[in-house]
């Protein structure tokens, strides 16, 4: 049980800087993903917390006391590995109750901690097999348990999911999940996968260039990312970003020379941009939408239709439709724009709040 | 007093526990005693070695010890010897190397393919490197020996040599005799080295070298050696480097003789402080030999970078 | 399936011709070696070179082990090597380990200096390494050798185990101190363990060196009883140079050694002479 601080902390390797003022303040029991491109600085920050980096600037505390100086084995707080980091020459059991070895805890106090962890895992058949002779999901849940055995203060998982295959993420994402639902301990998960933030997160921080873009619900992220990298980072497929000019109070002009009508939008009048998801895109018959557009590709998942279309003096615009869309390539489409889903930026990237949201 | 002790004592604690200052000194600690080591019994040898390139140093005639300018240097350029060294290290190295290198490349090429029993095949003809240099030296002076060795009477047969007598005793033959022990010797690394990057070439290359309709020879010449080039640079440089520094095989087959008919820079600058104890003209040897080697070092690494583009 | 090429039968036969020839060039030495060995003294000048002797004997081993000093010289290498090897696996253990690991001011030129002491003739040394062993009143004492080699294999020993360390992933030690290992507990419980093979390989490498090592030992020791068997054996050689037998005898003793340690580490051939390549 642990709330986590982070207060003005930074991190430099020499004159480099890879974060800077990071202020985060994780509660007891909260599940919080890191997410952001590949070398976002997303993997320092877990490590920072970890104590396996030592922390430049700020302070970090651990339920209010400060833990920059204290060594990872004192901060009481478990990591699951992108590798696993197995210890390859112990067995899984060794392997699951090594911090309590460590620790000096009773045999008989870890066997059983052990195997309660194991049942729970479905490894209990393999406990006396050595990591090579597992497969990489039994892998996964060892790495795992070993985190859920010594009961810490908080979890932190590096990309753990990240060496599976497709089906064995989804069915380790929900193994994730249900763990957080029956434990309640804090938790802090870096992943690059924004499905993976989504699904998992209470709040997720997303990260790029080093700095924080913005901190949030997954829904807050999705209906109101606070700039342009957010927009386009979380939601898939990615939210189409044009340009667009301010016409009059209430409306903008795209350089295609449509205009767009967003009654509810009070930052109109300083856009420079306008974003709108391929799901509040709407395909209509030619002429009677915001757009006139060339199909370019569909592609037919069954539930969605994804319609990738070029716009003449815009270029490509993506629309994803609900069912089945007879269009094919070369077809005249129509596209409609769902006013009150649109998000306008200003020059720099920086989102203009709507209102009425 | 005891106050300000305290608290001087506990900020140092302090410091010394913060996360920051453990990374900082941590590696120091692992990496100090190789570097201590290192710097005592090599580094501070070496320049006391140099310095007694300037000295005379002689432990007969401890009376004439001291500082005497360049002097073991004239004595040096003077000296014929010196000379006849240079001339036979030039010829020792370049014909172990070449030996060395034509059957190390040879041998690492067939251990490149498949055959039965290739494992015990390459342990067996790695053996000699594992034979300790002086009993290679002295096996191979035995086997050069008419009265116990075959290698005369073989010779004598094929018309190599008109009667079977021990060539280490030949001032015109006697180097052969260190070549072979050399090559011998040797030729296990070379193997070792260029095998490994052999290895190192992709599969694929050869694949698509044989869709593209390469015949061996083209795969051999266009792929294989420009792979092995950078290796083969680098290895080569540093052998001749070993090779020019290694006394043993040549001390102990012939000492240098007959008539210092074998005598290289580095069996030179040993029988000067083994058998003349005279330091200082030792070291002189010793300067000038190292004085090559770094010309040699610079002008390979020059024409390496010219000409290898990896 | 006749589309692929089979190599033609002179290919074929040229490719075993010549590993019969690699094979016999290897071993034919050796063979002599112990073919003399145990050739019996008074067949020497008669059979010398026939390629099998009519009877054999291992009186020559007899005598040598009985009736010389060999067993001490055997002895003594046998202190010296494997404090040798014990003391340069040690430090280089250190060393590879904070290459392997962490990147500090001065790592750079650290590494070069190691290059550089692989490269100058270590016979520039020599000289100084006998007058401070003197001035310290450590001539004949096997410490001496011990420390002299100890500092010549560091360079190369540490090379070799930074490659080994550079394969155990770092995730594993920090994945133990996040278990509540420090970094000690960490390196003896996780690192040490799955480093036993590569201290070994070092370990073997650097015990065949110090067993070869022959020109600073003639240098350092005179007192027979301090003698090293490379020292010993020569001195024998000088002295007694028609006991054929006998020198063989002591030099197939000399092999076996090295001989171990290479079935050893056979193994890690590969991997030590390509790290650095430096060393033969």
């Not at chain 2, 083209?218 to 090779?243: C, D, G």
């Not at chain 2, 030179?268 to 030999?289: E, H, M, N």
Request: with cysteine.
């Amino acid at each position: 049980m642990a709330r986590l601080q982070l207060t003005n902390v930074a991190k430099r390797y020499g004159n480099v800087e890879v974060l800077r003022d990071i202020n985060l303040d994780i509660a007891d029991g909260e599940f919080i993903v890191l997410v952001g491109p590949s070398g976002c600085g997303k993997s320092t920050l877990l490590r920072m917390i970890a104590g396996l980096e030592p922390i430049s600037d700020g302070d970090f505390l651990i339920d209010g006391e400060r833990m920059n100086d204290i060594r990872p084995r004192d901060r009481d707080i478990a990591m699951v590995f992108q590798s696993y980091a197995l210890y390859p020459h112990m067995d899984v059991a060794r392997n699951m109750g090594f911090s309590m070895e460590i620790r000096g805890a009773a045999t008989a106090e870890r066997t059983s901690r052990v195997a309660e962890a194991g049942r729970a895992l479905g490894l209990d058949k393999l406990l006396e097999r050595l990591p090579k002779a597992l497969s990489g999901g039994q892998r996964q849940r060892v790495a795992m348990g070993r985190a859920i055995v010594r009961d810490p203060r908080a979890f932190l998982f590096d990309e753990p999911l990240s060496n599976l295959d497709a089906a064995l993420r989804v069915e380790m994402r929900l193994e994730i999940a249900r763990l957080h639902q029956r434990l309640g301990t804090t938790m802090v998960y870096v992943t690059h996968d924004q499905v993976e933030a989504l699904t998992l997160a209470d709040r997720i921080v997303v990260l790029n260039g080093g700095i924080i873009q913005q901190v949030g619900s997954p829904l807050e992220l999705y209906e109101r990312p606070a700039n342009r990298f957010v927009a386009q980072f979380i939601g898939s497929p990615t939210m189409n970003v044009v340009a667009a000019a301010p016409d009059g109070a209430s409306a903008v002009r795209l350089a295609s020379g449509a205009r767009i009508l967003l009654p509810n939008h009070s930052g109109a009048g300083r856009a420079a941009e306008l974003g709108i998801r391929p799901e509040h895109v709407d395909v209509v018959e030619p002429g009677t939408g915001d757009l006139d557009a060339v199909a370019d590709v569909i592609e037919h998942l069954g539930s969605d239709t994804n319609v990738y279309t070029v716009v003449e003096g815009l270029g490509p615009i993506m629309a994803r439709v609900r069912g089945n869309v007879p269009a094919r390539s070369g077809d005249r489409l129509g596209l409609r724009i769902r006013p009150e889903h649109a998000h306008l930026f200003a020059r720099d990237g920086r989102a203009l709040a709507a209102t009425g949201a | 007093m005891t106050a300000t002790r305290t608290a001087a004592t506990s900020g140092i604690s302090r410091a010394w526990r913060s996360a920051y200052m453990r990374y900082l000194v941590e590696p120091y600690l692992y990496v100090g005693p190789a570097v201590a080591m290192i710097a005592l019994v090599m580094l501070v040898p070496l320049v006391i070695g140099i310095s007694y390139s300037f000295q005379s140093i002689t432990l007969l005639k401890p009376f004439e010890t001291g500082w005497i300018g360049l002097e073991n240097y004239a004595t040096l350029w003077r000296d014929a010897k010196f000379w006849l060294a240079l001339e036979n290290t030039f010829w020792w190295t370049l014909s172990s190397l070449t030996f060395q290198f034509a059957l190390g490349l040879g041998l690492a090429l067939l251990l490149n393919t498949q055959f039965y029993g290739k494992r015990l095949f390459q342990a067996l003809v790695f053996l000699p490197w594992a034979v300790p240099t002086f009993l290679s030296a002295l096996t191979w002076a035995w086997l050069f020996n008419p009265v116990i060795g075959p290698l005369p009477h073989w010779m004598a047969a094929l018309g190599i040599l008109s009667e079977p007598y021990n060539i280490l005793g030949d001032p015109d033959l006697a180097m052969w005799g260190p070549v072979a022990a050399n090559v011998w010797f040797g030729v296990p690394f070379f193997a070792i080295t260029l095998l490994a990057a052999l290895q190192s070439i992709p599969g694929e290359l050869y694949e698509a070298a044989e869709i593209d309709g390469a015949s061996a020879w083209q795969v051999f010449t266009k792929i294989t050696l420009p792979f092995l080039a950078p290796m083969i640079a680098i290895t080569v440089m540093l052998r001749t480097i070993w090779i020019a520094n290694f006394a043993d095989l040549i001390f102990v087959m012939t000492g240098g003789g007959p008539a210092n008919a074998t005598q290289i820079l580095s069996t030179y600058v040993f029988t000067t402080a083994f058998r003349k104890l005279d330091f200082g003209y030792a070291s002189a040897i010793a300067v000038a030999l190292l004085g090559l080697l770094m010309v040699y070092a610079v002008l390979l690494l020059a024409i390496r970078r010219r000409f290898v583009k990896i | 399936m006749s589309a692929i090429r089979r190599p033609s039968p002179v290919l074929t036969f040229g490719k075993y011709a010549a590993l019969a020839f690699y094979l016999i060039f290897a071993l034919f030495p050796l063979y002599w070696l112990v073919k003399i060995s145990i050739t019996p003294d008074q067949l020497v000048f008669t059979e010398g070179t026939a390629l099998w002797p009519s009877e054999t004997t291992l009186g020559n081993f007899r005598t040598v082990i009985f009736h010389t000093d060999f067993l001490a010289y055997f002895g003594n290498s046998l202190i010296v090597s494997l404090g040798t090897a014990a003391a340069t696996t040690l430090i280089a253990a250190g060393a590879g380990y904070a290459f392997s690991r962490f990147n500090f001011g001065g790592k750079r030129v650290i590494i070069a200096l190691m290059l550089v002491t692989q490269m100058f003739p270590l016979l520039m040394i020599i000289a100084p390494i006998y007058k401070i062993v003197a001035a310290m009143g450590l001539l004949n004492s096997l410490t001496s050798l011990i420390v002299v080699y100890t500092a010549f294999n560091v360079p190369f020993a540490t090379f070799l185990m930074q490659s080994f360390f550079d394969g155990i992933p770092k995730d594993l030690e920090e994945a133990a101190m996040m278990d509540g290992c420090t970094r000690f507990q960490a390196l003896r419980k996780v690192i040490f363990p799955l480093t036993l093979p590569g201290l070994g390989a070092t370990l073997g490498f650097v015990f065949t060196a110090a067993w070869s090592e022959l020109l600073f030992a003639l240098m350092l020791i005179s007192r027979n009883e301090a003698m090293t068997f490379p020292v010993g054996l020569l001195t024998f050689v000088s002295k007694f140079s028609v006991d054929w037998g006998q020198m063989m005898a002591a030099g197939v003793l000399a092999l076996i050694p090295s001989c171990l340690f290479f079935i050893f580490i056979q193994r890690y051939l590969v991997q030590g002479l390509t790290s650095g390549a430096v060393k033969g």
